[in-house]
């Protein structure tokens, strides 16, 4: 079988894992290895096996033997380089950081050379396209296209594309859902599509519609506050009621103000309380999350952040990107995926990230109409439910990137990065992220929302009977009810010679099988 020697890689082990079939290791995965980049290995890696065999798990995308490209002895490595490009762009979509890698790696006479190979055919325009974007500037030598009809850039059987602009000179539609300053990626999944087609956001509007807005508007302000004290606990805090208030207040005011950089910031002054011990704003230092060595101080880092020269050009990017998805046909979630941890990813300021990363799922979710004007989505709680997967989710950007950092330690056992890492956090794929957001929002929707909701209904139910038959006044209800359900439905020994040492052993009784009757408790 001809094979592409220039990028082949037939070893039992590639790159730490180990080869699913005999064949060719092909596309970008192949293009790293062989221009050994300095960009992680692509999460599935395409290989050509030696037999008939196609399927897909969730390292390995295999193709059958049919799938090999022809080529002779003598090829250069150029054009070894197009047949990848074209094999991956079919079959892989596309992939911003090898593009960008290969922009930097080649001259500009190769680069040249690597789109006159077939200067009309989709995959080539693609490609020129591409690394024009990257430039910045037109390769001097490649005259403008004149008579071809306009292709899409992202095949949006593969990624999730807008609606896009052309560009007269490549006959392309540049449909990528970002700009150059940022761009994360989203592969089309079964589960996302699954998702997307499911309809989340008209089902839970069709569920509210039937709930009377008293309940509605309680139920917004206990998820406010619910959603609040779940994403300060998240990061480990335990905050006084007084903060958690004030940081649910803005959780409410979500999709309600303009996204800049001064609204970030704004955002971080509410979120700090005690600003005398956090320089606020944007960082002016390294920064990373994980540990120090107990004994020397050196830093441990889980993730290591944008360098902090990289910040403001990275939100710039993050911000334009926005809008940009703001006014597309984009889903609201993915959206939202892109941006939010895209946000954390940076770590734009030294505290608060956590917690505006996941106020901007609110804001977008609020400002593509998602969600019913007026209620609260508490994503926090639902993070909070599944914290391990979130660490997961989040680790599988920062853990593959330690090995492509380097720095050293800083006096105050901070870390200094040494090499170039801003495209790492503009052109990241974002498919894992964007599944956990979506399994998040439907629990919120199948769950806590009902569950809170419920709870009120039953809650006022059976206060109607303590008001019918008691004339109790509301601050005894909430604490009544308060005693029961921290005592699986009983009065405790303390309540009723206390609290209630008022009520009949006969009253105690009623008042305790209406409570379970009420909350539907056998």
């Not at 799922?361 to 639902?382: E, Y």
């Not at 993070?383 to 989040?394: A, S, T």
Request: glycine share 6%; proline share 4%.
């Amino acid at each position: 079988m001809p094979i592409c020697t220039r990028f082949f890689c037939n070893a039992p082990i590639f790159h730490g894992r180990k080869v699913i079939e005999q064949g060719a290791i092909m596309g970008y995965a192949a293009i790293i290895h062989g221009l050994d980049l300095n960009v992680p290995m692509v999460e599935t890696i395409a290989l050509v096996c030696n037999q008939n065999k196609k399927y897909q798990t969730e390292d390995w995308n295999v193709f059958p033997k049919s799938y090999m490209f022809e080529e002779d002895e003598h090829i250069s490595e150029i054009e070894a380089l197009y047949k990848h490009l074209v094999f991956a762009l079919k079959y892989e979509g596309v992939n911003l950081l090898v593009f960008s890698s290969l922009v930097k790696c080649y001259s500009i006479d190769k680069l040249t050379e690597l789109v006159s190979i077939e200067p009309t055919g989709q995959y080539s325009r693609k490609i020129w396209f591409l690394i024009e974007w990257f430039l910045g500037y037109s390769l001097p030598e490649i005259q403008d296209l004149t008579k071809k009809s306009y292709i899409p850039l992202l095949d949006d059987k593969l990624q999730y594309a807008i609606e896009g602009e052309k560009s007269p000179r490549h006959l392309i539609i540049n449909n990528l859902p970002g700009t150059r300053g940022f761009c994360p990626l989203i592969r089309k999944t079964p589960k996302l599509e699954q998702y997307i087609a499911s309809n989340l956001s008209a089902k839970n509007n069709n569920f509210l519609k039937g709930i009377h807005k008293d309940i509605l508007l309680r139920t917004s302000a206990f998820l406010m506050l619910k959603d609040s004290k779940a994403s300060f606990t998240i990061e480990g805090e335990s905050p006084k009621s007084k903060r958690t208030a004030r940081w649910a207040k803005a959780i409410g005011q979500a999709g309600n103000k303009d996204l800049g950089k001064e609204e970030l910031i704004r955002l971080q002054q509410v979120v700090i309380e005690n600003e005398r011990f956090v320089e606020m704003g944007f960082r002016k230092k390294g920064g990373f999350v994980g540990e120090h060595d107990r004994h020397t101080g050196e830093p441990i880092p889980d993730h290591i952040s944008a360098k902090w020269q990289d910040v403001e050009p990275l939100i710039d990017g993050l911000l334009d990107t926005y809008e940009l998805l703001m006014n597309s046909n984009m889903d609201a979630v993915i959206s939202a995926a892109n941006i939010a941890f895209g946000f954390v990813f940076i770590h734009p300021f030294i505290d608060g990230n956590g917690r505006i990363h996941r106020y901007l799922i609110h804001h977008i979710l609020a400002k593509k109409q998602f969600i019913q004007q007026g209620i609260i989505f508490p994503v926090s709680a639902s993070i909070l439910n599944r914290i391990e997967d979130y660490r997961m989710v989040l680790e599988m950007f920062s853990l593959p990137l330690l090995d492509f950092i380097d720095w050293k330690e800083t006096k105050d056992h901070n870390v200094e990065v040494l090499n170039e890492t801003i495209d790492f956090y503009r052109y990241f794929d974002g498919t894992k992220q964007a599944e956990f957001l979506y399994d998040c929002v439907k629990d919120t929707i199948e769950n806590i929302i009902p569950e809170e909701i419920s709870y009120l209904t039953k809650y006022d139910g059976f206060k109607r009977y303590l008001d019918d038959e008691f004339e109790m006044p509301d601050k005894m209800v909430a604490l009544l009810i308060g005693f029961l359900e921290r005592n699986d439905g009983k009065f405790s020994k303390r309540a009723k010679e206390k609290e209630f040492s008022s009520l009949s052993d006969k009253e105690i009784q009623d008042i305790e099988s209406n409570y379970r009757m009420f909350f539907e408790i056998q």
